[in-house]
């Protein structure tokens, strides 16, 4: 999750500021981030974080640079919290609400936080997300959850919806919902 193009610029132009005690330490980073170097990258985003009295614009960026950071360190829980504040912040443009839900949705499911996926996706499709890939890890979600009752509805609702449109539904969907009978004790 690095700075959009239109974001990088902000720093500069003004539109948008960041002081320049956090600024300059952010600008590392995303160096470090470029390079690869995730651990001088949180160092730096650290010392930014460090100053103190941060605008709400400021924590922003620092929350983005820092979701990106542990990704690459693969500290998921460390990103899904970056996210998480990230979504919530009042400086996430509405256009990139949708994209970032989408990537929290992945990462979410990648770090094999099953529930957090699926009240994610939640989240993503309320927000306007149609991605067929993403909008289709919610059964499995719930499933992995151990929500077996709300997956098995999950799945009737897209087998009803795939013999409404004329396909059949896939060998995959009908084994996750007989998995879940199962689970169920239901026979």
């Known amino acids: 999750v690095m700075l959009s193009a239109s974001e990088q610029p902000a720093w500069a132009a003004g539109s948008k500021t960041i002081r320049p005690e956090v600024g300059k330490p952010l600008q590392e980073a995303q160096k470090a981030l470029q390079a690869k170097n995730y651990a001088e990258a949180r160092t730096d985003i650290a010392k930014a974080e460090g100053v103190g009295k941060l605008t709400a614009y400021e924590s922003y960026i620092i929350e ?3 979701a990106s950071a542990a990704i690459g360190a693969g500290d998921y829980k460390s990103a899904l919290a970056s996210y ?3 979504i919530v912040s009042p400086e996430l443009p509405a256009e990139e609400k949708v994209g970032v839900l989408d990537s929290y949705v992945k990462l979410a499911y990648t770090a094999k936080d099953y529930a957090r996926a699926a009240t994610a996706i939640q989240q993503y499709q309320a927000a306007g997300g ?7 890890l919610y059964a499995q979600s ?3 959850a151990g ?3 709300e997956a098995a509805a999950q799945i009737n609702r897209q087998i009803a919806s795939a013999e409404q449109a004329g396909r059949k539904p896939d060998s995959t969907q009908l084994q996750l919902l007989a998995s879940c009978a199962l689970k169920q004790n239901d026979m």
């Open 64 to 66: 983005r640079l820092k």
């Open 84 to 86: 998480e504040k990230v």
């Open 130 to 136: 149609t991605n067929a890939q993403t909008l289709g």
């Open 142 to 144: 719930l499933y992995l």
């Open 147 to 149: 929500r077996y009752k």
